[in-house]
């Protein structure tokens, strides 16, 4: 069974700064891709950024040269640095890998972590 585990949520005034971490844990061959999503109320899931076992690194235009995207590989673990937090990055953030397992290959989520930026 795989697990993902995030932490590092909270809330933070706007300007400020908060680091997301997610462990993969249980029966974990490799973790091809780790990727951070986030959900603000009423509206669409969407990426922040992805990172591939490989280090190459996508973001979204809203932000790119704010936030930072890293992994641990030999941790199983994905961070996320956040700085110049705005109100609008207000969200549940959601982790999510593609692990390769002895028995499949599959896409995990996380639970969720709340971040809330106040104006």
């Known amino acids: 069974q795989v697990q993902l585990v995030e932490s590092g949520g909270g809330l933070v005034q706007a300007g400020g700064s908060l680091r997301l971490s997610c462990a993969a844990s249980?029966?974990?061959?490799?973790?091809?891709?780790m990727a951070w999503y986030r959900q603000a109320p009423g509206k669409q899931r969407e990426l922040v950024a992805r990172?591939?076992?490989?280090?190459?690194?996508n973001y979204a235009d809203s932000v790119r040269g704010r936030f930072t995207i890293s992994r641990d590989n030999a941790k199983n673990t994905v961070y996320l640095q956040m700085n110049s937090l705005k109100p609008e990055d207000t969200a549940v953030y959601y982790c999510?890998?593609?692990?390769?397992?002895?028995?499949?290959?599959?896409?995990?989520w996380g639970q969720g972590t709340q971040v809330t930026v106040s104006s």
């Open positions: 999510n890998a593609d692990i390769v397992t002895r028995w499949s290959n599959d896409d995990y």
């Open positions: 990172i591939t076992s490989g280090g190459r690194i």
């Open positions: 249980g029966s974990i061959l490799s973790i091809r891709v």
